[in-house]
């Protein structure tokens, strides 16, 4: 009787943020948003413009003080459902590759959405899903707070030092250093303040996250630690 190979536990970890990073979701957010301002009487670029600097309640404590916020959330948690199950999305270019060839285990996702979205996004532009999602609701922290990404190293089992954020907006980059991390950005023209390294695209930055995937540095030595 032969037994089933032992997978050898990964050595280091990627925890990607999700929208702006392996989703493009730009155009998505930004009509989410139009839409939901058109139901205020607001005006969409500006509500559009204060929502890419705040989360949602800080939002609407600014554009709309005297609607109820409880209310604000519910229609647009309601416009954001409907644009994942009718809404165009695309994977950034290298994401499908990048995600199918990291070992089981050794990646995370880490979004200030919620799981049910990144699923139906996921299943709609054909990309895999890991063990491990930490969402909007697994926290009551969101980023720049590290606590979204010390959750997810823990749920993998992961020393922080061991993991790699992959991020394209100035909040997340901030939560992966406050968390010990290393932190490199993606898509972004230019390079947002803090981070390790910079890529212009995720598809630039593959190889050289498979390689830290791999434990192994630019150079093809095995990273000790």
């Known amino acids: 009787m032969t037994s089933e190979p032992v997978q050898p536990r990964p050595r280091k970890f990627v925890l990607f ?16 948003w139009r839409t939901w301002a058109g139901r205020y009487g607001l005006d969409a670029e500006g509500v559009y413009q204060v929502a ?18 409880a209310e604000c959330l519910a229609a647009l948690h309601g416009i954001e459902d409907e644009d994942v199950r009718s809404g165009v999305y695309a994977a950034f270019a290298g994401a499908s590759e990048l995600l199918e060839a990291l070992p089981p285990g050794s990646w995370a996702l880490v979004t200030s959405n919620y799981e049910h979205r990144v699923r139906g996004r996921f299943s709609r532009t054909g990309l895999p899903v890991p063990r491990v999602i930490v969402d909007a609701a697994a926290v009551e922290e969101g980023k720049p707070s590290p606590v979204p990404y010390l959750l997810a190293a823990a749920q993998l089992g992961a020393r922080p030092e061991d993991c790699l954020v992959v991020e394209d907006a100035p909040s997340g980059v901030e939560a992966g250093l406050r968390a010990g991390m290393t932190v490199w950005g993606v898509n972004a023209p230019v390079r947002v ?26 150079g093809g030595s095995v990273a000790v630690g």
């Open 17 to 32: 943020d999700v929208d702006g990073t392996l989703i493009d979701a730009v155009a998505n957010q930004r009509q989410v």
């Open 52 to 69: 890419l600097r705040t989360r949602p309640m800080e939002t609407f404590a600014q554009v709309a003080p005297d609607q109820d916020p």
């Open 193 to 218: 303040a803090g981070v390790h390294r910079h890529f212009g695209s995720l598809r630039e930055a593959v190889p050289d996250i498979l390689r830290f995937a791999s434990g192994t540095r630019p």
